[in-house]
Every structure is written in C-alpha cells, then in structure tokens.
C-alpha cells in the first residue's frame, strides 16, 4: 500500500512562515493535494493539483511538489491558521491521506 | 452554494449494518464522482470508498472490502453507503466528499459527517 508522512506537529510564531512537509515514494510523479480542518468542522481543500489554490483560499497558502515530497507553506501564519493539515494522493485506484499535521500559532 | 447532508450514523452492535446517505444539492450530482472518507475519534482521515459519476466504477479501501458497498441514485441526488458486518474499529465520522470533475485526486467539498459507533 501507499503511504505518505506528515511530520505529527508544527509550531509557528504568528507573522512567520509554517512549512508542513508531506512525504511518499515519488509523490513528485502524481498531483498532491492539502487540506485543512479545524476542531469539529470538515476538511477544506486548501491547495490542489500540488500548487493551485481553491477559490477563498488566502494567498499566504502555497504549495509544490517534487521527488519525494510534497510541502505546504503559510506565509505570514495567523492565530486563525491553526488547524490540523493532511495531505492527500491517489494511486492505483486509492486515495490516500497522510498522518495529519497539527500546526500550533503561538 | 454546494451541500452534502449526511444522515443515517447512530450507535449499532458489532456484527449488524447500517446505511449512510448523503443527500446533494446545489450542483449536478449526476457528472461527480463521489467518496466517503472516515474519521475514527481523534485519528486521521481515512479514505472509505469511491463511485464513479454514473456508477459503472467502484473502488474500496483493503479495510472494508466485501463488508461495505457504495451506491449512488443520481435521480435523486444521494449517496449511499451500506455498511455490514461492523466492527468496534469502524467507529467514525463518516464524511461523504465530491472529487472534483477532471480530476482523480482532490475532493472539493465535503459534507458535515455522520458518526457511527459500533459497540455492544
């Protein structure tokens, strides 16, 4: 099976730059997609098609994805951005989710 | 605005079943793949199962196959999930997700979920 690992935790002072690694044998071969979700709520897709932001989706989200691993950036990280993150592939007819990865803005 | 409604989650024995749906509205259910994608308490995402637009695709995670079938009914916008012979780690919120059209990988709107707990 296809795995794919998130580091379990970030932490951020507010202002600076978060950077949330994802990896997986050659995810750089296929699209890697982000989502985010806050305590109680349903994930939101943040980044798509390893660097594309959905439509309400700030600027400071970005996204690339090369070799063997797939990274999300928040610039300018705000106390709203905390949330768990989990990045997402598909491969051979299965999607696949990362671990998830708790960012902490303190 | 696209909605995703699930319903049908509750507390089952091990061993019985249970039926999700996932009513949508507000898009054209009809041209969508569709998934569910589980959540045990405290845990990841996992993704559950996958259903092509009209239906003729099926595919399932190693954890549930041949105990869950995915269906959809596209004359009446719904997602189904019928779930048999449960186990205490199929315990979860169950998320019905639209993946996005021309895309094989991300899902753009997910529904509020639905908890299912399976204990004796």
């Known amino acids: 099976s296809y795995d794919l690992t998130q580091p379990p935790s970030v932490s951020v002072s507010p202002g600076q730059t978060a950077i949330i690694t994802c990896s997986g044998d050659?995810?750089?071969?296929?699209?890697a997609c982000w989502y985010q979700q806050k305590p109680g709520h349903s994930p939101v897709l943040v980044i798509y098609q390893d660097n594309k932001r959905p439509s309400g989706i700030p600027e400071r989200f970005s996204g690339s994805n090369s070799g063997n691993t797939a990274t999300l950036t928040i610039s300018g990280t705000q106390a709203m951005d905390e949330a768990d993150y989990y990045c997402q592939a598909w491969d051979s007819s299965t999607w696949v989710f990362g671990g998830g990865t708790k960012l902490t803005v303190l | 605005q696209v909605q995703l409604v699930e319903s049908g989650g509750g507390v089952v024995q091990p061993g019985r079943s249970l039926r999700l749906s996932c009513a949508a509205s507000e898009f054209t259910f009809s041209i969508y793949a569709m998934h569910w994608v589980r959540q045990a308490p405290g845990k990841g995402l996992e993704w559950v199962a996958l259903?092509?637009?009209?239906?003729?695709?099926?595919y399932y995670a190693d954890s549930v196959k041949g105990r869950f079938t995915i269906s959809r009914d596209n004359s009446n916008n719904t997602l189904y999930l019928q779930m048999n012979s449960l186990r205490a780690e199929d315990t979860a919120v169950y998320f019905c997700?639209?993946?996005?059209?021309?895309?094989?990988?991300?899902?753009?709107?997910w529904g509020q979920g639905t908890l299912v707990t399976v204990s004796s």
């Open positions: 050659k995810l750089g071969d296929q699209y």
């Open positions: 259903i092509s637009y009209d239906g003729s695709k099926k």
């Open positions: 997700a639209r993946e996005t059209v021309g895309s094989t990988t991300e899902f753009d709107s």
